[in-house]
């Protein structure tokens, strides 16, 4: 079995938790460049099995991010297992590739993916869109644990 970076249950409430399911260790160096500890964690998983463990887990996270790249659609199966859980249903998750298809974005709305997001230009995009539903998942956690929170409204 893949080995995946185990999560740490000691986590102060500023930081982000993101899970990252792929093989892609470009980006996921990007990511851990640019959402470094202490403020993020990033649990990554090369896995479908695994994932799921993951997501069906009680550990809070903020951001999924799924690689299109994976075997047998595990990326679309994946987004929909997580809209499938109770305490997943809100959360933002992107699936990230490198075909720039328009059918593969809708496919990924429709599975239950926030965004589709092309792999490309040293993942800069990737990155745009990781910080902008961060920002939004952040705030609405805070809120929610506040007892002010609402639906998140998240666009593309």
Do not use: W
């Not at 299109?68 to 987004?79: G, N, P, Q, V, W």
């Not at 059918?103 to 230009?121: L, M, P, W």
């Amino acid at each position: 079995m893949p080995h995946c970076s185990e999560p740490s249950h000691r986590f102060s409430e500023a930081e982000c938790r993101l899970l990252y399911v792929g093989s892609d260790l470009g980006l996921l160096k990007s990511l851990r460049r640019t959402f470094g500890e202490p403020k993020y964690h990033i649990v990554s998983c090369p896995d479908r099995l695994s994932a799921e463990m993951f997501i069906k887990s009680q550990i809070q996270y903020h951001l999924f991010i799924f690689d299109h790249e994976m075997r047998d659609r595990a990326a679309f199966h994946l987004a929909g297992l997580l809209r499938s859980l109770d305490h997943r249903q809100n959360l933002p998750a992107i699936v990230v590739g490198a075909e720039v298809e328009s059918a593969v974005r809708e496919f990924t709305r429709a599975s239950g993916g926030n965004d589709y997001v092309v792999k490309a230009d040293h993942f800069s995009a990737v990155l745009r869109v990781v910080k902008r539903l961060l920002k939004d998942s952040v705030s609405k956690s805070a809120r929610s644990e506040s007892g002010t929170a609402s639906r998140p409204d998240i666009g593309s």
